[in-house]
């Protein structure tokens, strides 16, 4: 199903209309990484794969660019759709991010920059 935002958002402020992202609930926030960005019709053919995170809060109706965790920099996932976002486990007394997220699967686009 697509993403679509709130029309009172900034387009800075929110993730970009995508289909085939992953999703996952994690402290009270719905959490997306990635998906196609395009046209309407979500076919694979000539979209750009996304490799961002972004999270929803229900409380503020408001979004955040995230990151995947206190280790993304040295492995943060391609860019990527049809995968499969979930949320680690944190043990008890470590801090709000410690657990990150486990991206699983997907298809990779190369993109024309690299290809």
């Not at 800075?12 to 993730?15: K, N, T």
């Not at 750009?48 to 972004?54: I, K, Q, R, S, T």
């Not at 995968?83 to 949320?87: G, T």
């Given at each position: 199903k697509r993403l679509s935002q709130s029309e009172g958002s900034s387009r800075?402020?929110?993730?970009a209309p995508r289909c085939e992202q992953a999703s996952a609930w994690a402290r009270g926030r719905l959490w997306i990484h990635g998906g196609l960005r395009g046209d309407e019709t979500c076919t694979a053919d000539g979209l750009?794969?996304?490799?961002?995170?972004?999270s929803?809060?229900?409380?503020?109706?408001?979004?955040?660019?995230?990151?995947?965790g206190p280790n993304s920099s040295s492995s943060a996932p391609t860019s990527r759709y049809g995968?499969?976002?979930?949320?680690g486990r944190r043990e008890e007394g470590a801090g709000?991010?410690?657990?990150?997220?486990?991206?699983?699967?997907?298809?990779?686009?190369?993109?024309?920059a690299n290809g």
């Open positions: 800075e402020s929110r993730p750009e794969a996304l490799g961002d995170l972004w929803w809060d229900p409380d503020s109706d408001a979004w955040t660019r995230g990151d995947l995968h499969a976002l979930v949320a709000e991010d410690a657990a990150g997220f486990f991206v699983v699967g997907g298809r990779r686009r190369e993109t024309k």
